[in-house]
């Protein structure tokens, strides 16, 4: 289980979120919306851990941001997959070797990562891309990519951050297919956007966000 109690982060400008609580248990699909600099991206942020909360805690499995050491936080966040609004690829290492990766940084054996990353791939229907640089691929093939890199390491909960943001309608319901596919199987998934009317298209717990506080 995920679960944020009263979570406060302040940045020097002024920005931040204010008394975020909500959990997302196992099998979970919400939806944060609300309109740019609402606050989402700090909120995900806090999940990983990338943030620490001013106030209030994060609790991610037998983690929590009060209690957790620096050295602890790149295990915890192998129970997390994060996929990016601008993707975050290595543009100087082909679609196999950007979803490797995520196994490689953990130490996994070159038999497990050949078979995960193939599985990944196939899971966002791309496998016959693998030996594909990003710069030849369109951009909802990147965000699976991205996807794939982010589930590769079977993890607990997916957090993306408006994954279909930058692209067309069309792509972007591929992408939702994608996310919902995964979550089929088990996965969380806290998926961050503005697009409310693609929320409606679509069956999923919603909290939303709005100047740093959840209405």
């Not at 931040?16 to 959990?23: L, P, Y």
């Not at 919400?30 to 609402?38: K, Q």
């Not at 093939?141 to 589930?151: M, N, P, Y």
């Amino acid at each position: 289980m995920v679960e944020l109690q009263n979570v406060r982060v302040k940045y020097p400008t002024g920005d931040g979120v204010e008394k975020i609580s909500f959990t997302i248990a196992s099998g979970d699909f919400l939806f944060l919306v609300g309109p740019s600099g609402a606050g989402k991206s700090t909120v995900l942020k806090t999940i990983y851990m990338d943030v620490l909360p001013d106030e209030g805690h994060v609790q991610v499995e037998e983690y929590n941001s009060l209690f957790i050491r620096k050295k602890d936080v790149p295990f915890m966040r192998r129970k997390l997959g994060v996929v990016f609004q601008d993707f975050k690829l290595f543009n100087d290492r082909d679609v196999f070797r950007n979803v490797a990766f995520a196994l490689e940084v953990i130490g996994r054996k070159n038999k497990e990562i050949k078979r995960r990353v193939l599985r990944a791939l196939a899971d966002v229907g791309l496998s016959h891309k693998a030996r594909k640089l990003p710069r030849e691929l369109s951009g909802g093939e990147q965000q699976r990519i991205a996807i794939a890199r982010a589930i590769v390491n079977e993890p607990y909960i997916l957090l993306a951050d408006e994954p279909t943001g930058n692209l067309d309608p069309l792509t972007s319901a591929g992408i939702m297919a994608v996310l919902e596919r995964i979550n089929a199987r088990g996965t969380s998934v806290l998926m961050a956007t503005h697009n409310y009317d693609l929320v409606k298209k679509y069956h999923g717990r919603v909290i939303r966000i709005e100047n740093g506080k959840l209405l």
